[in-house]
């Protein structure tokens, strides 16, 4: 077995080098055929140069080995996707919760400033139905207030927390927002996922796990560096923003 991987050539050095950085990079987009089929043919070229007939008849005279292989590829992608903690699904699934909270709170607080523009609105409607005699825009106008008020009085209630009548409105308002995915550079909602709406990324981490944990591998490490420092100097990159912003 220790054969098939001896490689001694420079060419096949080079090949597998090539063939590294083109994994890598197809994985970042999750090109996963692409890098499988990059993979084959780096293989058949290192094979070719290197022992192509002994590496296909120590297949064909070992299938018990090729049979588990194959069983054992199959286990450790399924165990890398379904894993809890350290699995792909957990971690994506804990990426999307934690956009969702961010963007939650960023909402509540937005709401509070609703309640002076919710009372100039109310005022201003109530000014609109006492200057018409238009029964139609009466009842516009009357149903705007009647909504600014239950509104107001909901925002009032609050008084910052989500209560059960915000859920309503936030769960609406969850459908529209969508963040920006760091790995493939693509919107993906903050609503709860769903494995039947994420099927083919899903299957991509079970079929291609190989490709993807090697792009985990080196990607992972410096993006919770970058996190790590973003966060220790979060409030000097805010002084200088709010520094340079107030200059005349």
């Not at 499988?36 to 005279?61: M, R």
């Not at 379904?82 to 999307?96: E, T």
């Amino acid at each position: 077995m220790f054969e098939l991987i001896a490689f001694g050539t420079n060419a096949s050095y080079v090949i597998l080098g090539s063939g590294l950085f083109f994994l890598i990079f197809m994985a970042r987009f999750e090109r996963y055929a692409a890098a499988l089929f990059c993979l084959f043919c780096v293989l058949f070229l290192v094979f070719s140069l290197e022992g192509f007939k002994n590496a296909f008849l120590y297949i064909v005279n070992n299938p018990f080995f090729s049979i588990s292989f194959f069983l054992a590829y199959c286990l450790i992608g399924a165990i890398y996707t379904v894993s809890p903690i350290f699995g792909k699904w957990y971690n994506f699934v804990f990426y999307v919760r934690e956009k969702n909270r961010e963007e939650k709170k960023r909402w509540l607080q937005s709401q509070q400033y609703k309640i002076e523009d919710l009372k100039k609105n109310i005022a201003a409607h109530r000014n609109n139905i006492s200057s018409t005699t238009d029964a139609i825009r009466k009842d516009y106008f009357g149903e705007l207030v009647k909504k600014d008020e239950h509104l107001l009085q909901i925002l009032n209630e609050s008084k910052g927390t989500m209560t059960p009548e915000l859920f309503v409105l936030w769960q609406e308002k969850e459908k529209e927002i969508f963040v920006r995915d760091f790995v493939l550079n693509e919107r993906i909602s903050i609503r709860k996922p769903e494995p039947e709406e994420y099927k083919s990324r899903i299957v991509g981490w079970i079929a291609y796990w190989p490709i993807h944990l090697l792009f985990s591998l080196i990607n992972d490490p410096f993006k919770a560096i970058g996190k790590f420092i973003y966060r220790t100097f979060y409030t000097k990159l805010k002084n200088i923003s709010d520094a340079m912003w107030d200059k005349d």
